[in-house]
């Protein structure tokens, strides 16, 4: 069996603040074989690009991990369709998502995240981020997106 040692930089330090900063929590350099990413779309701010949230990241790290020293990776991610409502925005960045996957080749991997955000009662769904192939359009998109990446 071979095991790799991945650490999560996320997007930024979450909550905000110095202390949250992950360069904090990194362990030693011989320990970490790829940095991982983290960042959402929840569907409510509007639909910033894949290629926008991945590139803000890592343009945040770069300055700690140049000249390819480590690949990127997503350890999770996703985007959410709110309130449920915004089924056709969340597919068409879904399709736009795989086709700028192109544009970021640092990312030799990601997971999707896909589990709904339950509020406080456990009970109602705060966002839809899971993934339902019987969903209109869903499935569609993940094609498009599979055949744009070709190009």
Not at 8 to 25: E, I, T
Not at 93 to 119: C, R
Not at 135 to 144: S, W
Request: hydrophobic share 35%; glycine share 12%.
């Amino acid at each position: 069996p071979y095991m790799i040692w991945i650490i999560d930089a996320g997007s930024g330090s979450y909550p905000p603040g110095n202390w949250s900063h992950f360069l904090n929590y990194m362990p030693s350099t011989e320990c970490v074989q790829m940095i991982s990413l983290t960042a959402y779309n929840d569907g409510y701010n509007g639909f910033p690009s894949w290629k926008q949230l991945y590139s803000e990241a890592i343009a945040k790290l770069e300055p700690f991990f140049q000249d390819g020293e480590w690949p990127f990776c997503i350890g999770e991610f996703g985007c959410g369709k709110g309130d449920g409502t915004r089924e056709a925005e969340r597919n068409a960045w879904i399709e736009q998502m795989l086709k700028d996957t192109k544009d970021l080749p640092m990312i030799k991997y990601g997971v999707w995240f896909s589990a709904n955000d339950y509020k406080e009662d456990g009970l109602t769904i705060q966002n839809y981020y899971a993934l339902d192939v019987r969903e209109r359009g869903l499935m569609e998109a993940f094609r498009n997106g599979f055949a744009g990446m070709k190009g």
